[in-house]
């Protein structure tokens, strides 16, 4: 078990005094027994009630009463030594929470699902004193366990208004009384009198609560408040686990398709076709294009795995689409960027734009005319960052739509995009999202929105250097300033003296 999981469990554990932690934090109640203790407390029993016949009946013997005096308060004292003595309750909790969270961890690891909160909930419910135990990501009840646990079924939205307070402000609270915790009047105003509410937190972001309900305020201890945010801790712990594994899966996941991508072998032959096209009709196009395809296969090599200014993605679909049209002509194609520079040297994934722009080149183009491609980055009227592709192509029916949005194959347009928007999710969290809209002979538009990020994922312009931190990187990374156009520059001057000395 991990040194941040011992540490939580060693913070359950050290609250109030142990006799505190074995009244309220009543364990596996019903199905194990502490074999020494009871074995002394039932001799202390069967020999106080010898002692009281003997002293209510005509039996008259000094030594049997002595011998079970005797016997009743040395079984006494030692079963309140052991019951009372810090280590072996300390050892007997720890092992119990050992216990209890290892089996909880066991339920989310793959994820808070409904499925694993609900067991949680009903795993820590008979643990504590608590009425009913409950867990909600951002918008809705995942589990349920205890009083009117019909009435909050998985799925449900939340209604009680410390619970949106919480997930706000991401703040920890203690509740006693019925108003604070905001129940629905019809809602257990008789039983359900005070609560604590525990923030899930997976990084920096605020992603559900873990709650328990009381009948009395005075039933909720400093041991009770400790151990509802030790659990909190667990799970949130084991929740950025299951979240950074997958965005481990899905990064390998990703590092293939882009490798694919890279070593695309028609669009590899398309573009060296349409160079040696040029050879002998318009060499100096011919050497600019070869020029660029060497820049956009290194930029390709190089980005495959990291956070980029998004000028330099927009940058790289520049590239792209100028092989395209050297391929089509500009009757056939045409490509127009808008980017706000309030955005431009925002961090965002590789190949995230490129993808999108490339399946309106292969998906939309009409047999005759012109197709439009514009990209647009800007900040929108809520705040928030937004990346549209829009073209003014074959477009596609309502159907099609949906399987862009919900992909059942693992290739083609659908699942391209749904990389796109996974990854996007991955780096910006689930609050980001896509939207397709499409009319049939119009066109398509795909927007991706997601919270402004701080100001840590920003291109620093004026050293090149980019803080990650914000983002879970453990470097920075700096960016060569204009490092393809100085050595496109460089190159040219190349290609000059070559052409000096040949006419030489």
């Known amino acids: 078990m991990s040194h941040k999981v011992q540490n939580t469990l060693r913070k359950i554990l050290l609250g109030d005094s142990a006799s505190e932690v074995r009244r309220y934090l009543k364990l596996d109640r019903g199905g194990r027994y502490f074999t020494s203790e009871m074995v002394l407390l039932a001799l202390a029993v069967f020999s106080g009630i010898m002692l009281l016949w003997i002293l209510l009946s005509d039996y008259d013997n000094m030594p049997v009463q002595v011998t079970f005096g005797v016997i009743m308060t040395f079984s006494l004292v030692i079963f309140i030594r052991l019951l009372l003595d810090p280590d072996s309750l300390a050892a007997r909790q720890t092992a119990e929470i050992l216990s209890l969270a290892g089996t909880m961890l066991t339920f989310a690891k793959d994820g808070l699902t409904s499925e694993a909160s609900q067991k949680i909930c009903e795993l820590l419910r008979p643990a504590t004193s608590a009425i009913a ?193 050297a391929r089509f002509g500009e009757e056939r194609l045409k490509l127009v960027v808008d980017v706000e520079p309030e955005v431009s040297q925002l961090l965002v994934p590789s190949f995230m734009v490129q993808p999108l722009v490339e399946n309106s080149v292969k998906h939309a183009m009409k047999s005759e005319g012109q197709l439009t491609i514009h990209v647009r980055a800007a900040i929108d009227d809520t705040g928030s960052v937004a990346i549209s592709v829009q073209d003014n ?78 983002q879970g990187f453990d470097r920075p990374r700096t960016f060569p300033a204009d490092t393809a156009d100085d050595e496109d520059a460089s190159h040219d001057d190349d290609c000059d003296d070559d052409d000096g000395e040949d006419e030489k």
Do not use: C, W
Not at 412 to 421: D, H, Q
């Open 393 to 470: 192509g074959v477009g596609m029916t309502e159907e099609a739509r949906q399987g862009i949005l919900h992909p059942k194959s693992s290739s083609g347009l659908g699942i391209a995009v749904k990389n796109v928007r996974d990854r996007m999710r991955g780096y910006f969290g689930p609050d980001a999202t896509m939207e397709v809209d499409s009319e049939l002979g119009r066109g398509t538009t795909i927007t991706f929105r997601f919270s402004r990020p701080p100001s840590g994922i920003y291109l620093d312009t004026a050293g090149g250097t980019i803080d990650l931190s914000a």
């Open 133 to 325: 135990v409950a867990i909600t990501d951002r918008e809705h009840i995942l589990g349920y366990a205890g009083y009117n646990e019909d009435r909050n079924p998985a799925g449900s939205d939340i209604r009680t208004h410390a619970t949106k307070l919480t997930l706000e402000d991401g703040k920890a609270r203690v509740l006693t009384t019925h108003d604070e915790i905001g129940l629905p009047d019809t809602e257990g105003r008789s039983r359900i009198q005070a609560a604590i509410i525990m923030p899930l937190v997976v990084g920096s972001r605020i992603e559900g609560t873990l709650k328990f309900y009381y009948r009395k305020a005075s039933h909720i201890s400093q041991t009770q408040e400790s151990t509802a945010k030790g659990f909190a801790e667990l799970l949130s712990t084991q929740m950025s686990a299951a979240a950074f594994e997958e965005q481990q899966r899905l990064a390998t996941s990703m590092e293939l398709k882009a490798l694919q991508a890279q070593i695309n072998p028609h669009f590899l032959f398309n573009t060296l076709n349409t160079i040696a096209s040029f050879i002998r009709t318009d060499p100096m196009k011919a050497r600019t294009l070869l020029r660029d395809f060497s820049v956009f296969y290194r930029s390709t090599l190089e980005d495959a795995h990291d956070l980029i200014p998004l000028q330099r993605e927009i940058d790289q679909v520049k590239r792209y689409f100028s092989f395209e049209v």
